[in-house]
């Protein structure tokens, strides 16, 4: 969380952060793994750069749940043939929603594995094709907003470290609101990108070491940034 704090600024109050993951645990049958929980804590629930949104765990919050998603993707695997390569949650194993991109990707637990903190990411693309990214919920954040060249998903407004905003719906709402367009900034990001005054590489090169450390190298930024 160290390191995806310094790459993504927390908001200030988070919004659809969970407090009670024995009630949560006891309603879903299980645990979550702990960065997620440790997410939800710091940033609560909400969407980065109008792209990726990462759900919350509890209901009646106003924000975009586990449950929601996860029962889209129940209809969405449901309708389609019966040799789908991952059962989905509340069958044994079955994958858990806990994100969504704006191009239609569904990010997922593999929830197969006893141990929440070893449940790899499953995407789901927009055709249907099921792709396993062998890291858990923050180490793939944390690659989706390094370079492009080196993310999981092909992201193309998804701007990255150090560029990226953290937003819940409740204050897309309230900035709305007051007239406010809570993505004007992803505005000026494009036109700089557009102007050639954005390094190709936008973002922080995150590299991963054999011994679970990171280094991180910094990435461009546009002129004047």
């Known amino acids: 969380m160290d390191l995806l704090t310094r790459l993504l600024p927390p908001p200030s109050e988070p919004v659809g952060r969970t407090d009670d993951w024995s009630r949560v645990a006891e309603s879903w049958g299980t645990a979550f793994p702990s960065d997620y929980r440790d997410f939800l804590a710091v940033y609560g629930a909400g ?6 949104l990462i759900a919350t765990a509890s209901p009646d919050l106003g924000e975009t749940t586990l449950g929601d998603l996860t029962s889209v993707a129940s209809r969405v695997t449901a309708s389609e043939d019966d040799d789908r390569p991952y059962p989905v949650w509340p069958e044994p194993g079955g994958l858990i929603c806990w994100g969504a991109t704006v191009d239609a990707a569904a990010l997922h637990w593999d929830t197969s594995d ?3 903190d070893r449940w790899p990411v499953i995407v ?3 055709e249907g094709d099921f792709t396993r ?3 858990g919920f923050a180490e793939f954040v944390v690659r989706m907003l ?3 060249a ?5 992201s193309p407004t998804l701007y990255g470290a150090p560029n990226s905003r953290f937003l819940s719906a409740t204050e897309q709402r309230r900035l709305k609101s007051e007239g406010t367009d809570p993505w004007e900034y992803l505005e000026e990001l494009y036109e700089a990108n557009e ?4 390094d190709a590489d936008d ?6 070491h054999p011994d679970g450390t990171e280094e991180v190298i910094p990435g461009g930024t546009p002129d004047g940034g």
């Open 203 to 208: 973002g922080l090169l995150i590299m991963w």
């Open 195 to 198: 102007a050639d005054d954005y």
């Open 114 to 116: 006893a141990d929440p």
């Open 146 to 148: 390094g370079p492009s």
């Open 47 to 52: 969407t980065i750069d109008d792209h990726l």
């Open 124 to 126: 789901r693309s927009r």
């Open 133 to 135: 990214h062998d890291c």
């Open 150 to 154: 080196e993310r999981p998903l092909e």
